[in-house]
């Protein structure tokens, strides 16, 4: 249950850290430059557009790629489940570690940290598919 939950979370930040990047060099930076005035009210937008599509893209996950992280009573994770929880677990670390950094000092959360969380989490999701995908193709 808690690969289950471990995955789904990290799958959401991943969609989140990507909707961010987006706004950032796909909206942000080119309506500053067209219309500065505007720039708050289309963000405040975005960012409520993001939030619905990522709870609709994990209400998709959960139904078409159930299998992930569930396993039968006969089945064993293998290594590439380990791997996959692990990247998450250490993404989750980096993604604490940079809020707090946010919250207690005042800092902004740079770039490079989020790329750093998105790779994690990416490897992570990337994994736990992989081993889904091998665990469903052993049992046809």
């Not at 080119?30 to 990522?54: H, N």
């Not at 064993?76 to 996959?84: E, H």
Request: charge should be positive; glycine fraction near 10%.
């Amino acid at each position: 249950m808690f690969a289950r939950i471990n995955f789904l979370l990290g799958l959401g930040l991943l969609i989140q850290i990507t909707f961010y990047f987006a706004g950032v060099y796909l909206l942000v930076l080119p309506l500053s430059a067209i219309a500065p005035g505007l720039v708050q009210p289309v963000a405040g937008i975005a960012i409520l557009a993001a939030v619905g599509v990522t709870v609709q893209l994990l209400s998709m996950a959960m139904s078409s790629l159930r299998g992930i992280a569930l396993y039968a009573k006969d089945e064993r994770p293998r290594i590439a489940t380990f791997v996959s929880q692990a990247a998450m677990l250490v993404g989750h670390i980096g993604t604490i570690y940079a809020a707090s950094g946010l919250i207690v000092g005042g800092e902004p959360i740079s770039e490079t940290k989020l790329l750093l969380i998105a790779v994690l989490y990416a490897t992570g999701v990337a994994m736990g598919i992989y081993e889904w995908k091998q665990r469903k193709f052993a049992r046809t």
